[in-house]
């Protein structure tokens, strides 16, 4: 098991070359296209159509204690012990590392599963996932900002790292409010806030320039793992590998995400926000590991960099009673559907 202990959220991009960023023609559906020609929704579709066969090696997911632990961590910090619900749906699903560890997790026994995405390549992996698991979940293709569900559906409506992809977020929120049942629970966790977003892109970039220069030392450099193009993919794959500086969209403030939450009807709104010096540790460690190659880093490294992770998660839940909400990464929204008069 390697230990990224990180949400699975933004990958570290692989280093750019002189020369790269030229699109090719990539094939999407049957239709060879430009890439520079699809809108921003059809290069999610094919960005993460693209990455799924490599998205949960790449962010460590796994479905065992360790992931377990984190999506139930980050689910009881707003939803309490015995809260039950018969249907839930996961928007955004990706591969199922929030539903499914959920679901392990106990949070959602007897619950009916479902999830949608936009990325059918990243559904089928879901589905797949969880029969692995011994769960049934049930999949449907489709855009959060037009969701293919009808009203008042589900009980619990979940969500993951995903509405800072979309272009309208408050559309997903107002769809999500529509298909949750009168009574039922949002849940959207893993979203990054604006100023820790900025204070972890300071990491990530410190951190990669200190491994090229360490790894410039001659007999170092073949601790660097190969680019793409090294490794022989062929220019449509680097063509999508390169749409990854274009998905990301959003950072959020959590007064204005409370602010959306009530606009599109949702009350009893919170939002907690979390990690601090454990994020900056994830982002260092994960920056590392998209840098290395294969097989340099081992089980220590791993053992060292989960333990390190847990221990700085401690100390913020410490700092969290005096440093403000808004220089912490990762923030969660709950909220629920009121009732109809
Ligand atoms: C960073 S991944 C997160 C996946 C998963 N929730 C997790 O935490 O591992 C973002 C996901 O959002 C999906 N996505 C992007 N735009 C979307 C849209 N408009 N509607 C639905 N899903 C979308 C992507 O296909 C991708 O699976």
């Known amino acids: 098991m390697s230990a990224d202990p990180s949400p699975p959220l933004r990958a570290v991009p692989d280093p750019p070359e002189p020369g790269d960023g030229a699109v090719d023609d990539a094939v999407v559906g049957d239709a060879a296209v430009d890439l520079d020609d699809l809108d921003v929704k ?3 579709a094919a960005y993460h159509d693209w990455e799924a066969r490599s998205y949960d090696e790449k962010f460590s997911i796994s479905y065992d204690e360790r992931c377990i632990v984190y999506a139930r961590d980050r689910f009881r910090k707003v939803v309490p012990e015995g809260a039950g619900f018969g249907s839930v749906l996961e928007v955004g699903a990706g591969t199922g590392f ?3 560890n959920l679901a392990l997790g106990g949070c959602l026994d007897g619950a009916e599963l479902a999830a949608t995405d936009i990325s059918q390549g990243m559904l089928d992996v879901c589905a797949r996932n969880g029969a692995e698991h011994g769960l049934t979940v049930t999949t449907r293709q489709g855009d959060a900002e037009s969701l293919p569900y009808d009203d ?4 619990l409506v979940i969500g993951h790292a995903f509405i800072h992809h979309l272009p309208v977020p408050g559309a997903a929120l107002r769809e999500m409010h529509r298909v949750l049942r009168p009574g039922g629970t949002l849940v959207i966790a893993g979203e990054p806030t604006e100023l820790g977003d900025r204070v972890s892109w300071a990491v990530k970039r410190n951190t990669y320039r200190a491994f090229r220069a360490v790894t410039a030392v001659p007999g170092l450099t073949q601790l660097r793992k190969p680019s793409l193009r090294e490794r022989g993919a062929s220019t449509t ?16 403030r959590p007064k204005d995400v409370e602010h959306l939450a009530r606009l599109v009807g949702l009350r009893e709104v919170e939002v ?7 994020n900056w540790f994830g982002w260092a460690v994960r920056t590392i590991e998209g840098s290395v190659r294969d097989g340099v880093l081992g089980p220590r490294w791993a053992y060292a960099a989960y333990h390190g992770y847990l221990r700085l ?3 913020d839940e410490a700092l969290s009673r005096v440093v403000p909400r808004p220089l912490f990464y990762n923030l969660i929204l709950r909220a629920r559907k009121p009732y109809r008069r």
Request: glycine content about 0%; aromatic content about 8%; overall charge negative.
């Open 42 to 44: 059809a290069k999610q």
């Open 152 to 155: 008042d559906t589900f009980d």
């Open 237 to 252: 794959e680097q063509a999508l590998a390169e749409l990854e500086h274009e998905v990301d969209l959003h950072t959020f």
């Open 313 to 315: 998660s401690r100390v």
């Open 272 to 278: 907690v926000t979390e990690e601090l010096t454990a």
């Open 98 to 100: 929030f539903l499914i």
